[in-house]
């Protein structure tokens, strides 16, 4: 009988891994189904304001013409991907990303340049980075919006893809137990932490997390 227990217990929390994975998926996907959505909407009014600044020309109102132009620059940055990082599957789920946290009132820094051809695998790019991003924005949260912040920095370093994310916290200075930090929200949480382990392990990478008071700090090294 005692046997049984820990396999039991393992097939549960493959379960619960497995349930967050697709849980997770679907809602990058409807992240980035939502981003494109935008774009398509904008591109389809896009005569529509070319006709009302010419317009405005027409008539002499330059004032309107640039008070029009620079309401659609705001419009526009809310759906442009703000980042082309040379990867396809990088831009989109880093893009949807970045878009999710600027609605929430969360400052972003982001720097990415990445090869345009990766062995490793879209589906674990996408749940590496959209759970790395996924915790710093949910940890944002808890701060003023003055003082929400995120920044991202990804880097070829020879063979390896280089990820750094940082993010402010409300948190103090967080203490490992048994060399691991663990999720803050309790027991049922801190399958995406163990998600991304298992597949930085899978790729014989290297993550590195660091917790100093009012921020935190995940790093991640890809063999390429």
Not at 29 to 36: F, I, Q, R, S, T
Request: aromatic share 8%; proline share 2%.
């Amino acid at each position: 009988m005692s046997l049984l227990k820990p396999a039991f217990r393992e097939k549960r929390i493959d379960r619960r891994i497995a349930a967050y994975q697709s849980d997770l998926l679907a809602t990058h996907y409807a992240e980035v189904e939502n981003m494109y959505r935008q774009i398509r909407g904008w591109r389809h009014d896009y005569r529509n304001h070319i006709q009302v600044l010419k317009s405005y020309l027409d008539m002499g109102d330059v004032q309107a013409a640039s008070s029009y132009l620079e309401a659609l620059s705001e419009d526009l940055s809310t759906v442009d991907p703000a980042l082309k990082t040379g990867n396809k599957m990088t831009d989109i789920i880093l893009n949807s990303k970045i878009s999710l946290a600027r609605s929430k009132k969360i400052q972003v820094e982001a720097d990415a340049h990445v090869a345009v051809t990766l062995s490793t695998a879209e589906i674990d790019l996408c749940i590496i980075i959209g759970n790395l991003f996924d915790n710093a924005i949910e940890a944002c949260m808890a701060l003023p919006e003055a003082e929400r912040m995120i920044r991202v920095y990804m880097v070829m370093k020879n063979t390896q893809l280089y990820m750094s994310f940082t993010n402010t916290t409300a948190l103090k200075k967080q203490k490992k137990v048994n060399g691991r930090f663990f999720s803050t929200k309790g027991a049922d949480h801190g399958y995406g932490l163990v998600r991304i382990d298992t597949i930085i392990d899978r790729y014989q990478g290297y993550i590195s997390r660091n917790s100093e008071d009012g921020a935190f700090t995940t790093e991640v090294l890809l063999p390429q």
